[in-house]
């Protein structure tokens, strides 16, 4: 796609946007609960996530407004994916492992959790790793595109402090989030579609929330928490930190590959 002057500010124009709708939303959604963690889950598995679709509908008027494209939104690549994706899916086993043992959702639960954290899947990988990166990536050299984009990806997670009332561990959360962030930009190059990253993201997430709906109802230990409850986050995503940077490691001298996928559905 050929660079245009505002292209990054449209880009940023719509980040804020996207957060304002977001986070207005949700705020509504919030404001008869005491916005902790177990009303945080049973509301996801028990009702729509409507500031997450009110976050989609601005990604979408903006990407049509805008002119956005080389999102990534092509088919990707069946052999890279065979080839890439069997070390992410191994870090899920665990997650889905626990979820079967301590006993799963009801089915209806089920079914709300998979289509809350399929679109919150599909707005932030929208957001980040398509429109922003897209823009970045016109702007600078492929390495602070990946890194900054993952910075702010990550950052957002500081407003979970408000769902979970601790900012130390939302905090955790948002070093976490962007060490993914590297993962899941990796997964979209090297595939060649954004729906890699999507997908992932949604059985990452999901299977998460199988584990915390079982046990958010679990009374917290008095007083502050260990350093290991805020180091937990990061160390459960350091493995997949360091497979994504593996896989963007030949990235680094041929910027031609990130057009290549950025215009593939253009």
């Excluded at 245009?4 to 719509?14: D, S």
């Excluded at 799963?104 to 399929?118: E, G």
């Excluded at 905090?171 to 997908?199: E, N």
């Excluded at 046990?215 to 928490?225: C, D, H, R, V």
Aim: proline share 7%; aromatic share 12%.
């Amino acid at each position: 796609m050929p660079k245009t002057p505002n292209h990054l500010f449209r880009a940023l124009f719509t980040l804020l946007a996207w957060l304002v709708a977001t986070s207005l939303v949700g705020a509504l959604l919030r404001q008869d609960g005491s916005g902790s963690i177990v009303e945080l889950v049973g509301f996801l598995g028990s009702n729509p996530a409507w500031n997450v679709l009110a976050g989609l509908s601005v990604l979408a008027f903006a990407t049509r407004a805008f002119g956005f494209r080389g999102l990534g939104f092509g088919p990707p690549d069946g052999w890279a994916m065979a080839k890439l994706v069997w070390f992410p899916i191994l870090t899920l086993v665990p997650f889905y492992a626990i979820a079967l043992a301590i006993g799963l959702p009801p089915p209806r639960v089920m079914l709300f959790l998979a289509v809350n954290t399929a679109l919150v899947a599909l707005s932030e990988e929208w957001m980040f790793r398509g429109v922003l990166f897209q823009a970045l990536q016109s702007r600078l050299r492929i390495w602070p595109a990946v890194a900054l984009t993952s910075v702010l990806f990550g950052s957002i997670h500081v407003l979970n402090a408000f769902a979970l009332g601790d900012l130390r561990i939302a905090a955790a959360q948002a070093v976490a989030a962007t060490m993914t962030g590297f993962l899941l930009i990796a997964l979209m190059l090297r595939t060649g579609s954004i729906w890699t990253a999507v997908v992932y993201h949604m059985v990452w997430n999901f299977g998460i929330l199988l584990v915390v709906y079982e046990t958010a109802g679990n009374p917290l230990p008095e007083g502050p928490l260990p350093l290991s409850a805020y180091l937990v986050p990061i160390l459960v995503v350091l493995p997949n930190f360091l497979f994504g940077l593996i896989l963007l490691r030949k990235l680094r001298h041929d910027p031609a590959t990130v057009r290549e996928v950025l215009t593939k559905d253009a």
